[in-house]
């Protein structure tokens, strides 16, 4: 059995600028959430109606988690321009005035797959991994130095694509699905490269040791694993093996 050994980095000279970006979106390349067995199911139409639903239903808890823990970011810091650029992540998914935000495009998708609004903001229905793995992201924003706070938001560098993928991918496979349903996706266009720009650009200014450099590489890695975790507990409740954990949602349920 090969042994795991921990590597001290703090001896070690700090990655060029240019090969610590490279090693943030080696991460993605390797690991993102678009290569997950769910996702190829989802975006090529090959999921019934009932499997779509536990998707979103389970994605909620995530929406519903990233201004939680923005907002519980903001709380730790000290520095007022950084806290006026990161408050419009809130309000591009809480909304703000007449803007509904995030949240509500994406409850326009539970709308259309069935689901009634409070029992989707209740969570009652998600399974057990996915409210553990949201709340594990939460956790680790809250307690690691900031800027492997701010690291572990970078999985925003790969979104575009997977959201282009996922709008063609649903509008033409699943005829639930239409321009207003996928408005969610289509917003994130725009809004994921804006902050993913600002958040590569802290985390290259100011992880300054090499030892920083690979405790933010390692939150990229912490991050696609809470967004593949998501997807390994969908695929096992819902596709194969099909085994459904007491409490979370069941194709046919009244009252949600």
């Excluded at 709380?75 to 949240?103: C, M």
């Excluded at 709008?167 to 496979?173: A, D, K, P, Q």
């Excluded at 690979?214 to 939150?219: L, R």
């Amino acid at each position: 059995m090969n042994e795991i050994v921990a590597i001290d980095w703090r001896g070690a000279a700090p990655l060029a600028r240019d090969e610590f970006e490279a090693s943030i979106r080696a991460v993605g390349a390797e690991r993102y959430h678009d290569k997950h067995e769910f996702h190829k199911l989802l975006h090529g139409g090959k999921l019934q109606k009932e499997q779509v639903a536990a998707w979103a239903l389970n994605r909620y808890c995530y929406q519903e988690a990233v201004p939680r823990k923005d907002a519980a970011f903001m709380s730790r810091v000290h520095d007022r321009e950084l806290r006026r650029e990161w408050i419009h992540r809130i309000h591009d998914h809480d909304g703000l005035g007449e803007e509904g935000g995030g949240i509500e495009r994406w409850l326009v998708l539970t709308d259309a797959l069935g689901f009634s609004r409070e029992y989707v903001t209740s969570r009652r229905g998600a399974l057990p991994a996915t409210k553990f793995a949201v709340e594990a992201y939460v956790r680790f924003v809250v307690e690691q130095p900031l800027v492997v706070a701010v690291a572990s938001s970078l999985t925003e560098l790969f979104a575009p694509s997977i959201h282009r993928e996922r709008i063609v991918g649903m509008l033409e496979n699943y005829e639930f699905v239409d321009d207003q349903v996928m408005a969610y996706f289509k917003r994130r266009l725009t809004q994921a490269p804006r902050d993913s720009e600002f958040a590569l650009g802290y985390v290259l200014d100011n992880a300054k040791t090499r030892a920083e450099q690979e405790a933010c590489v390692g939150a990229v890695r912490f991050k696609c694993d809470v967004l593949w975790a998501q997807l390994d507990a969908l695929h096992h409740a819902y596709v194969t093996p099909g085994l459904i954990p007491p409490g979370a949602w069941r194709p046919g349920d009244a009252n949600v």
